[in-house]
T-cell receptor
């Protein structure tokens, strides 16, 4: 199972770009990288997913280098409503694919 | 679609009591998961299921039991509740495809006193 490591917390200000990096050194060939956002008292919700290179959607971008041992979630021009905990999750066809285990997550605080 | 529905939203149990946390999904997802989240902490996997009749242990299965008799339902049973089981419990489901994301319910907040 690919173990993930993220910074425990980050601070930013409204309007700035925020980059959160996740390390997953033992990622398997068929593993996907998925990021989730969690607000207090709510279940996590899907933000973005990728396998390699770069993926962009309406809320974020995901950068994955060629070796796939890390990934970076990029949130452009954050607002106060982006204050949340962000988790990266690695899983796929590799052994233990079904056993989706979360890391500790990154607590992002956006200040006015 | 209602998505993933968890009941109850809140519950207080006395030590030694038992209860069942209900989870149902209407998305025809094969895979279902139970996580617990202690205050200020991340999600810990309790049990998961890849289809009706098939369940397996996660990281922290002790003190819990599950069953999966239908595709839609994945109840979590607490026997002999202990204060250490005070937590928020989240149920999630997904399709079999490896690039299918998890869909979470809104959680059940359980207090054991």
């Amino acid at each position: 199972l690919a173990k993930t490591t993220q910074p425990i917390s980050m601070d930013s200000y409204e309007g700035q770009e925020v980059n959160i990096t996740c390390s997953h050194n033992n990622i398997a060939t068929n593993d996907y990288i998925t990021w989730y956002q969690q607000f207090p008292s709510q279940g996590p919700r899907f933000i973005i997913q990728g396998y390699k290179t770069k993926v962009t959607n309406e809320v974020a971008s995901l950068f994955i280098p060629a070796d796939r041992k890390s990934s970076t979630l990029s949130l452009p021009r954050v607002s106060l409503s982006d204050t949340a905990v962000y988790y990266c999750l690695v899983g796929g066809f590799s052994g233990g694919y079904n056993k989706l285990i979360f890391g500790a997550g990154t607590r992002l605080a956006v200040h006015p | 679609n209602a998505g993933v529905t968890q009941t109850p939203k809140f519950r207080i149990l006395k030590i030694g009591q038992s209860m069942t946390l209900q989870c149902t999904q209407d998305m025809n997802h094969n895979y279902m998961y139970w996580y617990r989240q202690d205050p200020g902490m991340g999600l810990k996997l309790i049990y998961y299921s890849v289809g009706a009749g098939i369940t397996d242990k996660g990281e922290v299965p002790n003190g819990y039991n599950v069953s999966r008799s239908t595709t839609e339902d994945f109840p979590l049973r607490l026997e002999l509740a202990a204060p250490s089981q005070t937590s928020v419990y989240f149920c999630a489901s997904k399709l079999r495809d490896p690039n299918s994301p998890l869909h979470f319910g809104n959680g059940t907040r359980l207090t054991v006193t």
